[in-house]
T-cell receptor, first 116, second 114 residues
Framework: DGGITQSPKYLFRKEGQNVTLSCEQN?????MYWYRQDPGQGLRLIYY???????QKGDIAEGYSVSREKKESFPLTVTSAQKNPTAFYLC???????????????FGPGTRLTVT | AQTVTQSQPEMSVQEAETVTLSCTYD???????LFWYKQPPSRQMILVIR??????QNATENRFSVNFQKAAKSFSLKISDSQLGDAAMYFC???????????FGAGTILRVKS
């Protein structure tokens, strides 16, 4: 089955520790995205990547870092510099520009990160 | 900058009835895409319906349809014959085009009463 996987579903960390959230897709999509969701708010874009070895900051990139070494993988690191890291994190991907609906985004199941 | 506004934090509907969720957006672009996403308690984001701005015809997907008013920058979602499984958070989203980010509204919680 094709899809986007995020692991783990729940993640707990102590304050001051860096933590990496996994996102893998086998849809052969070029573009991948990371969003943050806080209670009562919509999704906010952290980082996105349209191609391997390239990525751009979104609206709330401070305190986060990413890498895109493989087409299938787009891990997100929440660093100790992120002041309020506790949130729900969603990864998404988009089909290539030549596909029928290149504008759509497909989401993974998300990771709930709790930092205490 | 583009913004998306959902003015209804919460809505309720009786099972089998019809409900309309509102969404307005602000953009200076003429070509863009609009979406409604559903987020049930599992928190999985599910695409419900999409609309291309260059199309005048309103999109429909089974019980879901939209009322797209381009001049008014309005994009409402109508759910007909509401079912218990429709209960979720609904997000309106805007995208300028391929390679551009999705901009989300704050969401509307939909409750379905049996």
């Amino acid at each position: 089955d094709g899809g986007i996987t995020q692991s783990p579903k729940y993640l707990f960390r102590k304050e001051g520790q860096n933590v990496t959230l996994s996102c893998e897709q086998n849809l052969n999509h070029d573009a991948m995205y990371w969003y943050r969701q806080d209670p009562g708010q919509g999704l906010r874009l952290i980082y996105y990547s349209q191609i391997v070895n390239d990525f751009q900051k979104g609206d709330i990139a401070e305190g986060y870092s990413v890498s895109r070494e493989k087409k299938e993988s787009f891990p997100l690191t929440v660093t100790s510099a992120q002041k309020n890291p506790t949130a729900f994190y969603l990864c998404a991907s988009s089909p290539p520009g030549t596909s029928l609906r290149p504008d759509e985004q497909y989401f993974g199941p998300g990771t709930r990160l709790t930092v205490t | 900058a583009q913004t998306v506004t959902q003015s209804q934090p919460e809505m309720s509907v009786q099972e089998a009835e019809t409900v309309t969720l509102s969404c307005t957006y602000d953009t200076s672009e003429s070509d863009y895409y609009l979406f409604w996403y559903k987020q049930p308690p599992s928190r999985q984001m599910i695409l419900v319906i999409r609309q291309e701005a260059y199309k005048q015809q309103n999109a429909t997907e089974n019980r879901f349809s939209v009322n797209f008013q381009k001049a008014a920058k309005s994009f409402s979602l109508k759910i007909s014959d509401s079912q218990l499984g429709d209960a979720a958070m609904y997000f309106c989203a805007y995208r300028r085009g391929y390679g551009n980010k999705l901009v989300f509204g704050a969401g509307t919680i939909l409750r379905v009463k049996s």
